[in-house]
Structures are given as structure tokens and as C-alpha cells.
């Protein structure tokens, strides 16, 4: 098993790759929306995030089977991913002043121009998923599977939806199987779409799906828990963006409703079971695995 304490930032040159294509993306971006709107996507696209997601497509299509490259299908998810950082820092959600240790966009552009950006980034994202899933040889109906999957987690069933139900839970208490919904909407569709995603794209079978899917899934709500925890263990240096935001906005987390100890021993189990779903599906991959121990183990 992948050490359970590696707290690197992993994949230093899958990284590298998945940021070539986001930066290709960016400048179709340019091309398509020149002035401010397409040079705020590009700055949505670069800045440092871990690219969690994007690893997670490469490493899904490598242990499926898939000898491409699968980079500019990661920068797809990547580019979803990145919108939703833009409008979750929005003065009308989290109202978020520094993200990936920058200025958040709102506050390098304006609000007006982060809305458009944000509702730009989606078809560009939808449309970049479609032309990678072709290049990297699936045919029609598997591409359109691709776009919707990543769709369909970006929507009402999924981060759309999570993020509405985490807005209205602001302020209140709620129940830790009411949190586990939030928390899997509003972040964990995503991370099991960029599994799954990868996986199609390999031409994975029913049985392999299955397992992805599950992987997925508990990686996904590990993924949030170990955020709700970063959020009150680490510093606004350390995460490149606010600490402390859910006390501020009086959100309840794993940490509030299980304490820091419980949040802790409930993202490992997760991470655990989810690598156990994958082997028993004899899918081996160490990458995997590895990522998702980082899933809970990272430091910011
Ligand atoms: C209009 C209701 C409505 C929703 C729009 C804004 C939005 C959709 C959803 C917000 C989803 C969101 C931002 C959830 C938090 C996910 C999360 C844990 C982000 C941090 O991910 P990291 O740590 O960040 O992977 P980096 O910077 O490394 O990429």
C-alpha cells in the first residue's frame, strides 16, 4: 500500500503535463474572448492548484489501460474545477479574497467579469472534454458519456446542487448524514467524475466502472473532510487562501460534528475502503492508491 504519510504533493511531471494543456486551453480561451474575460481565464487556469482532479483522470486511464496521453482531459476537468473556484470566492458565496496564494479573481478583474468567466469556463471545459475524448480515440457515444458524466457532477446532482444545499446551511446546525450530502455534492461528484472520466476514456468495462465509481466516491467525501480540517488545523499561508472561513461563515464541518480526532479517523476509513473497492476489482495502481492517501494526508 502507498505510504499512508506522504504529505508531498505528488506527480511533479504529470503535473507539469496537465498544466501545458491548461495553458493550450487558455489560449483558445484568448483567442475566442479576447480582453479581460480571456485573460482572466487564463489567470482561472494557471496558479498553482494541486491538481488533484487532473492526476486523478491520468492515473484512472493508466490503471484502465489507456497508452495515450491523456492531458488535455485532465485540463477539461481542471478547467470545471477552476470556475468553481471563481464563483465560489464571489462576494455573494464564501466572498474569498486570495485563492492558489493570489488575489482571488473577483478582486483582479471584478465581479462582473468573474460571473462571465465562471459561466465561460463550463461549455469551454464541456467542449475541450468532447475534443480529448475523440484524440485520445473513443468513439461518439463514449465522448458524450465523458462530457456527461463531467457535466451531470458539475450540475443540479452534484456541485451546482451541494454548493446551493452548503449556502442555505450557513448558519445553522445540521446533521452529519445532511453534511455528508453537501459534502458530496458540492466536491466529491466532481473528484469521483474525474475517476470515472479517466476510466471511459480507457474503455474500462461494467465491472471496472463499478469500482472507479465507489473509488470514487469515498475519495471524493475524504477529499472535503480533509478540508474541513485543514480549514481550523492550517494556516492562510500554508493553504494560499483564508483560514478559518467555516467558523467565520458558521458552517458546520466534519471537525464541529465529530471532532477533529473523529474527522480524522473518518477520511482515513474512507481512503481505506476506497483502495480495498479498487483491489478487489483488481485494478493495481499504485498512483492511485497513493493519490488518494494525499487526498487526506496533504497539507493544504
Ligand atoms: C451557483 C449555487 C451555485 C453554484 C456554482 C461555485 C460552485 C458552483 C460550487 C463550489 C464548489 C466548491 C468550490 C467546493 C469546494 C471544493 C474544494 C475542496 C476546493 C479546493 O480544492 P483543491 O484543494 O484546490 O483541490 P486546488 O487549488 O489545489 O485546485
Redesign the pocket.
Known amino acids: 500500500m502507498a505510504d499512508a504519510q506522504d504529505r508531498t504533493t505528488p506527480d511533479a511531471p504529470e503535473r507539469a503535463a496537465i498544466d501545458a494543456a491548461l495553458e493550450l486551453l487558455a489560449g483558445d480561451a484568448r483567442r475566442s474572448l479576447p480582453g479581460d474575460v480571456g485573460d482572466a481565464i487564463a489567470y482561472a487556469l494557471a496558479g498553482g492548484?494541486?491538481?488533484?482532479r487532473g492526476l486523478l483522470v491520468l492515473h484512472a486511464y493508466r490503471a484502465c489501460g489507456g497508452g495515450g496521453r491523456a492531458d488535455a482531459l485532465a485540463a477539461a476537468v481542471e478547467a470545471i474545477?477552476a470556475y468553481?473556484?471563481v464563483?465560489?470566492d464571489l462576494p455573494c458565496?464564501d466572498d474569498d479574497d486570495m485563492r492558489?496564494g493570489r488575489p482571488t479573481l473577483h478582486r483582479v478583474y471584478g465581479v462582473p467579469v468573474a460571473t462571465v468567466v465562471g459561466l465561460a469556463m463550463i461549455p469551454l471545459a464541456a467542449r475541450a472534454a468532447w475534443r480529448a475524448a475523440r484524440a485520445l480515440g473513443s468513439d461518439q457515444a463514449t465522448a458524450a458519456e465523458i462530457v456527461q458524466v463531467l457535466m451531470r457532477a458539475s450540475g443540479a446532482e452534484g456541485?451546482?446542487g451541494?454548493?446551493?444545499m452548503d449556502?442555505e446551511a450557513e448558519g445553522r446546525a445540521v446533521s452529519l448524514t445532511e453534511l455528508e450530502e453537501i459534502h458530496r455534492g458540492?466536491?466529491g461528484c466532481l473528484i469521483a467524475a474525474s475517476v470515472m472520466v479517466g476510466g471511459l476514456a480507457a474503455g474500462a468495462g461494467p465491472e471496472t466502472r463499478r469500482a472507479l465509481g465507489a473509488f470514487g466516491d469515498q475519495v471524493g467525501l475524504a477529499?472535503?473532510i480533509a478540508?474541513d480540517i485543514l480549514d481550523v488545523t492550517a494556516t492562510t499561508e500554508m493553504l494560499g487562501k483564508t483560514a478559518g472561513r467555516d467558523i467565520a461563515l458558521a458552517k458546520s464541518t466534519y471537525p464541529s460534528l465529530l471532532g477533529l480526532d473523529g474527522a480524522r479517523s473518518r477520511a482515513a476509513a474512507l481512503v481505506d475502503a476506497a483502495c480495498h473497492e479498487l483491489r478487489a476489482a483488481n485494478i493495481r495502481s499504485v498512483d492511485l492508491e497513493r493519490l488518494a492517501q494525499f487526498a487526506v494526508n496533504r497539507p493544504s
Open positions: 492548484g494541486k491538481r488533484v474545477h468553481s473556484l464563483h465560489d458565496m492558489r456541485m451546482v451541494g454548493q446551493l449556502l458540492k466536491t477529499f472535503q478540508d
